[in-house]
């Protein structure tokens, strides 16, 4: 596939403006699927269930298989769409969006069309800066997920190129929300970063509301982004006409959400000052090599040929419902911001990095797991951070908080020096099991015990004779030659300002 041409970021911006716009989808983790009685389970068995095992008739489209709405998921949606401040209508309706693809076995999907569940809303994104941009809601609707489709043989593992495909609906019909915003205007330089803080919102909203798992890397939490181009014009006079705009769909982290839309500014900058036109079509994120490529054409809505769900009677929540959910939301996200920097007594700094790196539910988390703000933030940001980006992997995938909180407090318990845990830090990453399992089975813990210890100092001082005399005359420093030993000896084990203490025992005697 050759390189698309792309044109300097600071130079497309000089020349054209950005508008945006999103779609994020959030699978709902209720039990149950959103029209059948599938099982909707947690995470981890979702994702290893042996494929088309958490189905229904409804999810595989047989004949004569009826839809019955997922209460809980309605409740969800609910909650979601006070939480983006939008209002709630009386009374919306489940349409059919008519489309074929192999995982979609009813040849269409349940969605919500012209009456959406949640509409005119906005959500405050705050930027690493501290400065705080609101992000125009549209709508936030229910539907159903589709399938998935896993492409066999070929060089990519996409449909081009490939011998065959496989089918799983286990995903099919899992509760989603879908949250479009209107085009967002104004971003200019700043338009990555505040997509990339606009997904970081809605997954700290979903996380507070405890619908959603929201881990990208697993589909919970999808980002379609659409970005246009329309050329400058002199001051005064009336903007020009939005640009034709492509959707890049499903980008799996927020990083790649970032620079997804910078690549697509510098691509269409390129193509548009080079006498092209843009094509309206969705685009696919590479994130080994940071472009996008075309997919498909882009059909507007009434290509979907949508009508009003046949099978299903409208949603009417009630007006106590409602004002019962409000009650029950939790702070938006730049007002929470503000208060864990305060309540973890953090500077701007390291607030910052806790925050740009996306990590404040895992520290919040391993906060209240019983860890430090200071540790639990060392941890984040330090040790698993650089774990994960050499793995280019999020961080919040490769350790729970709760283990980071007990692998904190074994080091506060004298059983692990911090060298020691970063190395049951990578046994917990690598699937060994919680951090005391990995000290049991890897034989990790500090040897407190004094007879050990002392047997090793002495075999230190037997091949350093003249330290001691050193250290009763005082030059106490001269200590740091035993230790080192001993740690060595001991392969890091040892409990260093123990062994010092003995040391010193001995050359008072």
Not at 245 to 257: A, G, L, Y
Not at 330 to 357: C, H, S, Y
Request: with cysteine; hydrophobic share 40%; glycine share 8%.
């Amino acid at each position: 596939m050759a390189k698309s041409a792309l044109m300097d970021f600071d130079e497309a911006l000089e020349r054209f403006e950005p508008v945006m716009g999103f779609e994020v989808h959030v699978e709902l983790n209720t039990a149950t699927k959103m029209f059948s009685g599938a099982p909707n389970p947690a995470n981890e068995a979702n994702h290893s269930a042996a494929p088309n095992t958490l189905v229904a008739p409804v999810d595989m489209g047989l004949p004569g298989a009826l839809p019955n709405v997922n209460a809980e998921a309605v409740r969800y949606s609910i909650s979601l769409g006070l939480a983006l401040g939008c209002s709630i209508a009386a009374s919306s309706r489940f349409a059919r969006k008519n489309y074929f693809y192999p995982d979609l076995g009813k040849n269409y999907q349940i969605s919500q069309y012209d009456e959406p569940i949640a509409f005119e809303g906005e959500v405050e994104v705050e930027l690493a800066d501290g400065t705080l941009v609101r992000v125009p809601i549209e709508r936030a609707h229910m539907e159903e997920d589709a399938g998935k489709l896993t492409h066999v043989g070929g060089a990519t593992g996409r449909i081009q190129g490939a011998e065959y495909s496989l089918v799983d609906y286990n995903r099919a019909g899992v509760p989603l929300v879908e949250i479009v915003t209107k085009p967002i205007y104004g971003g200019e330089h700043r338009s990555p970063e505040i997509a990339k803080a606009y997904v970081q919102a809605i997954r700290d909203i979903v996380l507070s509301l405890g619908i959603s798992e929201a881990r990208m890397e697993r589909g919970n939490l999808r980002c379609d982004a659409n970005v246009s181009l329309r050329p400058r014009t002199p001051e005064g006079e009336a903007p020009a006409p939005l640009g034709t705009r492509t959707e890049t769909k499903n980008v799996n982290s927020m990083r790649s959400v970032e620079r997804a839309v910078r690549y697509e500014i510098q691509r269409q900058a390129a193509i548009l000052a080079g006498g092209g036109t843009i094509t309206q079509e969705t685009r696919h994120w590479h994130e080994d090599t940071g472009t996008t490529s075309p997919g498909r054409p882009k059909s507007d809505a009434d290509d979907y040929r949508y009508f009003p769900e046949p099978d299903l009677l409208p949603v009417a929540p009630s007006i106590e419902l409602i004002e019962e959910l409000r009650a029950q939301l939790p702070e938006p996200p730049a007002v929470r911001r503000r208060r864990l920097k305060a309540d973890w007594g953090f500077t701007d700094l390291e607030f910052q990095d806790v925050a740009n790196g996306g990590l404040l539910a895992e520290v919040e988390a391993t906060v209240a797991a019983g860890a430090s703000p200071a540790s639990a933030r060392k941890w984040w940001t330090g040790e698993i951070s650089r774990i994960a980006n050499a793995a280019d992997r999020e961080a919040s995938d490769l350790i729970a908080p709760a283990d980071v909180a007990a692998l904190q407090k074994l080091i506060d318990a004298g059983t692990l020096t911090d060298k020691l845990a970063r190395q049951v830090l990578e046994g917990v990453v690598a699937g060994e099991g919680t951090p005391q399992e990995v000290i049991d089975a890897r034989g990790l813990a500090v040897v407190s015990d004094d007879g050990a210890l002392i047997a090793a100092i002495d075999d230190a001082l037997a091949s350093q004779p003249d330290v001691m005399a050193k250290i009763r005359d005082g030059k106490v420093q001269a200590a740091g030659a035993v230790i080192g030993a001993v740690m060595k000896a001991m392969k890091g084990q040892a409990d260093a300002a123990r062994v010092r203490e003995l040391i010193l025992e001995r050359a008072a005697q």
